[in-house]
Nanobody, 124 residues
Framework: VQLQASGGGLVQPGGSLRLSCAASGFSSGYYAIAWFRQAPGKEREGVSYISRRDGNTYYADSVKGRFTISRDNADNTVYLQMNNLKPEDTAVYYC??????????????????WGRGTLVTVSS
């Protein structure tokens, strides 16, 4: 089981980025996937989540209305579309998967596998 996050970069405030989480060794469509982020000097926080069966999505309050998580089963990839980015969105973003039921999607301990992060920097 491997996850590879990509798509980070430098963007101006108000700009957009799309992060990708490519899965290998398993079918991502059958498992819950979440995005987390960690900013310098801050704790890791859950950003968004897509459930394994019905595809329900959840978001942190700080990103609601700006970020959208989606899944492409054909590509075995989960995306995080980030619009209207703000400087406070600057962080390393990670994707993670859980092989069993997730009770609290925003808690890192719920997840079994993590990908390497991708850095998002929002700055003018």
């Amino acid at each position: 089981v491997q996850l590879q996050a990509s798509g980070g970069g430098l963007v101006q405030p108000g700009g957009s980025l799309r992060l990708s989480c490519a899965a290998s060794g398993f079918s991502s469509g059958y498992y819950a996937i979440a995005w987390f982020r960690q900013a310098p000097g801050k704790e890791r926080e859950g950003v968004s989540y897509i459930s394994r069966r019905d595809g329900n999505t959840y978001y942190a309050d700080s990103v609601k209305g700006r970020f959208t998580i989606s899944r492409d089963n054909a590509d075995n990839t989960v995306y995080l579309q980030m619009n209207n980015l703000k400087p406070e969105d600057t962080a390393v973003y990670y994707c993670a998967t859980a092989l069993s039921y997730v009770g609290e999607w925003f808690q890192g301990y719920e997840y079994d596998y993590w990908g390497r992060g991708t850095l998002v920097t929002v700055s003018s």
